[in-house]
């Protein structure tokens, strides 16, 4: 396996775990936590252990009854991080998510999305297949430099000799 787990715990309905990278050592942070909306009893469960973490929902539900859950996912990395550090960058980020709700979150994605297409859409008159892969690049772009941290488009998925012992 890539990543080792160095610590994982859940508590209500977050579960966090604490990673290391085993070749460069390269320290992740990724958490879950989730809103749920529901009417009735339920059931609710989180785990974490090792590198797996769950969420375990149990509800008796009528038909039509609605059940509305939210998952709010959060991670942090760093060479070199603090203990603890990067577990605690997880956990505000989650405890925000949950302030603002998903509502939020969507609108302001939304936005940046949409000023994304504004500034760096590019039209191609004729062959619309490569007008459908120019945008599809584009995309890539957009998700790649979304957390660039102003660094430009990050190396992900960018693994081999070379890349700063990342595999």
């Known amino acids: 396996k890539v990543l ?9 309905q ?6 290391t990278t085993r070749n460069s050592g390269l320290e992740l942070g990724c958490g879950m936590d989730h809103a749920i909306d529901f009417a009735g009893e339920l059931s ?3 785990d974490a252990e090792g590198d797996g973490a769950k969420l375990v929902v149990l509800a008796d539900l009528e038909p039509e ?10 991670y942090h990395w760093a060479a070199n991080a603090p203990a603890g ?3 605690a960058r997880v956990d505000r980020t989650l405890d925000r998510a949950a ?3 998903y509502d939020i979150i969507e609108f302001e994605h939304r936005r940046h999305v949409e000023d994304f297409w504004a500034r760096s859409d590019i039209q191609l008159d004729g062959a619309p297949d490569l007008q459908q892969a120019v945008r599809f690049n584009l995309f890539e772009l957009m998700q790649a430099t979304a957390r660039g941290e102003g660094l430009g488009v990050p190396a992900k998925g960018v693994t ?6 990342h595999y």
């Not at 080792?4 to 209500?12: C, E, G, K």
């Not at 009854?65 to 959060?74: D, G, H, T």
């Not at 081999?160 to 012992?165: A, Q, S």
Request: proline share 5%; hydrophobic share 40%; no cysteine.
């Open 85 to 87: 550090d990067l577990v």
């Open 14 to 19: 977050r579960a966090v775990l604490h990673m």
């Open 160 to 165: 081999g000799h070379g890349h700063e012992g």
């Open 44 to 46: 609710v469960e989180a």
């Open 65 to 74: 009854q609605p059940l509305r859950l939210s998952k709010y996912v959060a």
């Open 99 to 101: 302030l603002d709700g």
């Open 4 to 12: 080792v787990p160095l610590d994982a715990r859940s508590h209500d």
